[in-house]
């Protein structure tokens, strides 16, 4: 499978063009270009789409599209069952999704399952931009999307928000571009495994490679696209030997011995 071009495509549900969601969707995009992999950016701002009609259309004919043909939906799921990975963002509304990210969730899911699932084992990752309250809401309906279509969801170094309020201010939000970056790239990732190890000793090195937390978006697309995966990330099995699994003692010992400063900080969810 040499020469597999990967793609990723990013879906922006804000209404603001070029606004915050826009700039940690880029932020997750530009890590993955420098895996090699391609990678597309659409906003839905200004763009017509319409809810699902529950019509039933697409379980009838099965022609993995959507009965509404005067809109952008068509389009967009095509879009996503091109590509390798999705990356679907969204600003939180009312401590929500916003209504052109629903409207697309909606349809997309109901056409991949009339289709026997058109986005099985790609890659999903969600993304949302918040100014105070309501991301994790939003977060989880989103990967609610991936989780129904049987997809495949990276693990970050936090869950993937960006808090700011106007256009731009999420730049000066140091961990959330942090969470951004780390869910994209596979170097990062084995940065935040080996941090990981920091926060809680008892995990072994073989444990955090093969973990699926630390398998990153550009890897798992990777995967998706060839059937792949390198051999770094290849460790005979996920599962702790008999005695390993160790719960936290809560004694927080790693947080005064073995973490450095900046690590302790975001030790504390
Ligand atoms: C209609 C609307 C509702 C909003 N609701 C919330 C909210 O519930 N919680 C919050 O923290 N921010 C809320 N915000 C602020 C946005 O989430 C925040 O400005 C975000 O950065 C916008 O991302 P964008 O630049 O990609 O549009 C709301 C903004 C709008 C326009």
Redesign the pocket.
Known sequence: MKGTQIKVVALNG???KG????ILLRTVLKELEKEGIETELIELSGAKIHGCLACRECSRKKDHRCAQKDDMGNALIEKMEQADGILLGS?????DISPEIKALMDRACLVSRANGGLFRRKVGAAVV??????AIHAFDALNHFFLISEMIIPGSSYWNIGI??E?G??ERDEEGIRTMTTVAAEEDQRLAGEQNKAYCPAVSNETILSSGSCRSMAVLARVAATGRIGPALTASSARPSKGELHGTNQNRSCSRKRCSASWRQQADP
């Open positions: 804000s209404a603001r606004g915050n969601t826009a600003p939180t509304y009312v401590a931009a918040v100014r105070r309250a309501g700011g309020l256009k201010d999420v």
